[in-house]
């Protein structure tokens, strides 16, 4: 393999260092081990593309009432996170395995569906049993706690919610 000019790995480095900081280990063995002059460009395309899809963070949100979605959907990408959204507990799992997102969200009163067993059905499969979910409910009485984490979930909030709480909390998870 040809050696680069000292000024050429260096500018190279930085540049790399500054798009992708974070797989600065992945840069080095490409760069030792696959790298030829002519396709660095190539790489740096990848490399972004792959940046792009590691650091993004994105928020599934099962929720069927409209102003409850805009609420989580507002605040979750006003902390600069993606959403993905479902009104269909059915749909959960699914949607799930094809945007593997880093939270769920899940409304506990669901038409077709309990969100608790969303939940339970989230935590049985292989894939998806190390998201963490948080489960948002209007179920505040005594014993409902418990048994919605009993399903499985990390987290319980009950509705109406803390902004500055549930802001916390999903930052707690993605952070």
Known sequence: MKKHSDEYYKCLRKKLLLEASSLFVVYNFFYHFILSKENVDSFLFCLRRVEVILMSKKVMIVED???NMKLFRDLVEASGYETIETRNGLMALDLARSSMPSLILVDIQLPEVSGIDVIK?????EELRSIPVVAVTAFAM???EERIRASGCEEYMSKPISVPHFITMVKHFLD
């Not at 059905?121 to 499969?125: P, R, S, T």
């Open 142 to 144: 005594k014993g409902d």
């Open 65 to 67: 009432n409209e102003l």
């Open 121 to 125: 059905q989230l935590k049985e499969d």
